[in-house]
């Protein structure tokens, strides 16, 4: 009964979703009320996530990862359930490209200092299909191409503006 205790929450999967729903919510209110100010995102994702779809010009390095900004010129961006698409301009191009949020590395808005890093991509539908022991004894399966093996603790509060007139 004690094993079971000790394995019966994975806190890193539960924030780590908690944390990508940050992400879709962002993209969801950007594409209902368009970027204001200074806002703009930076967002890096795994090439070869299942799922990603991207211009193959961005794929001849042999980086897995890949950085995108979204602020002044994007178009047509879709936030869905697990994924959002947006097309960008490469070299005077428009190409739409599709990013899982699972695949995602990072997320950050510097204008007002918020980002967060990811330690796992997941593949949600293959931890939905595997039972609990064979999660105990495949750990690795919930870790996909990512070579972000250590997890970083990140104060929120470092991220938000002080307000001095309070």
Known sequence: MGNDKKNSLDYDFIVEEALRSVVKKSLEIVKLKGLDNEHHFFISFNAKYPGVIV???????NEDEIKIILQ???WDLTPEKDKFSVTLSFDGKKKKI???YNSIFSFSDPSVGFGLQFKNNYLTDDLNTL????IEQ?????????????????????????????
């Open 98 to 100: 599709v990013v899982p």
């Open 72 to 74: 002044h010129q994007f």
């Open 131 to 134: 039972s609990k022991d064979e």
């Open 55 to 61: 211009p193959p010009e961005l794929t001849k390095t």
């Open 138 to 166: 495949n750990v690795d399966k919930k870790k996909v191409l990512s070579k972000r093996e250590e997890a970083e603790i990140v104060s929120l509060d470092s991220f938000r503006t002080k307000n001095k007139n309070k």
